[in-house]
């Protein structure tokens, strides 16, 4: 039997649910107060946003952002046993807004988008160091909107991250070893 992991719900109209996911390698949600504080920045712009969730993972990004209000939610995610859950989640809460896709997320910001997105979350898996990279393919590639704000999620012990130089920071923490941010465009 697979151990489930679990992820609760903090605010909105999902409160308090408790969505389960596998442990997969890389795989490690966003902590209950860190997404506490980085709702709390987003509130005055989550209501109707369209929001993309790089490196989903466990989904506890895009199900706080549309349990908050957010229009949409597109959600990338490569592992299958990560996919299998959001899919799961997606139904137990009956989140239409939510549009999955089992992607290398990396190769998927190579393309445009259809639309550009009012809010990012970049989490990736701390070990792939991917974050610079995806992070200049969101800006490169046209995935923003000209007031995007971006949240990125990384190891403290990572010093190497380097946003576009047209991002400024609008909020920063830190907290168990783990460094939050929130980007706007200028």
Known sequence: MTVRQRVRIIAGKWRSRVLTFPSVDGLRPTGDRIRETLFNWLAPNIV?????????????????????????????EQSPKALAALTENKVLLAAAELTLRR????AYLRNSPDKPFDIVFVDPPFDLNLLTE?????????WLTADSLIY?????RHNSFAPPPNW???????????????YSRI
Do not use: M, P, Q
């Open 48 to 76: 109707g946003a369209n929001c993309l969730d790089l490196f989903s993972g466990s989904g506890a990004l895009c199900f706080e952002a549309l349990s908050r209000g957010a229009a949409d939610c597109l959600a990338l």
């Open 103 to 106: 992607t290398d997320t990396v």
């Open 134 to 142: 995806t992070c200049a393919l969101l800006e490169d590639n046209h």
């Open 152 to 156: 990125c999620e990384l190891s403290a």
């Open 168 to 182: 400024r920071i609008e909020r920063s923490k830190a907290a168990g070893g783990v460094n939050y941010l929130l």
